[in-house]
């Protein structure tokens, strides 16, 4: 059994762990409220340019804008989304795993692959695949549109230019604190989605169809980005949360435990010095 000693420097140690992962949850859940309500006012939004976009994508000519091009896939560009720091479970890894999973996809079918990473962990994990071609850390300490904005431009204008056929973002969306669901999207080119019975493709444009498009098609990618950098977001606050309350539990059991350990090696000692101090006087009465 451990000395006293040892289990109170253990009992310290695990008392100031468990303060500092509470702070982190409280300070989580702080971030995750404002987090939580700018994706849920988005959402909605982004959801909504993101099916017009598909449905008017799939009624008129592949010519009319080049971001509607569905060309022969032989460069794929994919753009994951974690965060600069960990301590969050597993929202960093999933990503990591799902975009190498993505990317071996993409050589079976004999396409290059690069990635473009969104924040320092996945630029980190992904360079030791050599096919980082950049990344973007500042972005996600303070999401904006206007960092979307010059993500969404990198990403356009390398397709204009023909140096990807495809880009794709990978990223956990959000659900609620504990849940995260792990999302690949494809940005460029704009997938059409069949239409049903019930909905029109009959649209009328004004005040024309390819300047309406011009405007509206960059908008619906710069939005998309803006969506994943904020499902993000939210779901790394949430991840840290669950994460930081997880540990502690688990370092106030440990603490608990601890302390048992200590009332009982602290009584055994005592009883000991008691058997010893009887003894001492049984033996000079003798």
Same mark, same amino acid.
Do not use: F, H, P, W
């Given at each position: 059994m451990?000395? =006293?000693?040892? =289990?109170? #420097?253990r009992i310290t140690s695990v008392s100031s762990t468990m303060q500092i992962t509470s702070a982190m949850k409280m300070v989580s859940a702080a971030k995750l409220k404002r987090a939580q309500d700018a994706i849920v006012q988005m959402r909605p939004y982004s959801q909504k340019l993101t099916l017009l976009m598909g449905n008017v994508s799939a009624v008129v000519d592949a010519d009319e804008n080049p971001f509607l091009v569905d060309r022969k896939k032989e460069r794929v560009l994919i753009i994951t989304f974690t965060a600069n720091r960990?301590?969050?479970?597993a929202f960093n890894s999933s990503v990591i795993k799902r975009s190498r999973i993505a990317a071996e996809n993409c050589v079976k079918q004999g396409m290059e692959v690069e990635f473009f990473a969104i924040g320092k962990k996945s630029r980190d994990l992904l360079a030791k #695949?050599?096919?980082? #071609?950049g990344s973007n850390i500042d972005v996600v300490n303070g999401v904006t549109f206007e960092g979307a904005e010059e993500v969404a431009?990198?990403?356009m204008?390398?397709? =204009?230019?023909?140096?990807?056929?495809k880009v794709v973002l990978i990223y956990n969306q959000f659900r609620n604190a504990a849940v995260q669901i792990l999302q690949e999207e494809q940005l460029l080119p704009i997938a059409s989605t069949?239409?049903?019975e019930t909905q029109s493709g009959d649209y009328i444009y004004e005040p024309d169809k390819s300047e309406l498009l011009d405007e509206l098609i960059p908008l619906s990618i710069k939005s998309q980005v803006f969506k994943a950098l904020l499902d993000s977001q939210a779901s790394e606050h949430g991840a840290r949360m669950t994460s930081m309350h997880k540990a502690t539990d688990n370092a106030t059991n440990m603490r608990d435990d601890l302390k048992l350990k200590y009332n009982k090696?602290?009584?055994?000692?005592? #009883?000991n010095e008691i058997l010893e101090i009887v003894g001492g006087a049984e033996a000079l009465n003798n």
């Open positions: 451990a000395n =006293l000693k040892d =289990l109170r #420097t960990g301590l969050c479970g #695949t050599g096919k980082v #071609t431009q990198m990403a204008d390398n397709y =204009l230019s023909g140096k990807y056929d069949e239409m049903s090696a602290r009584q055994a000692a005592i #009883t």
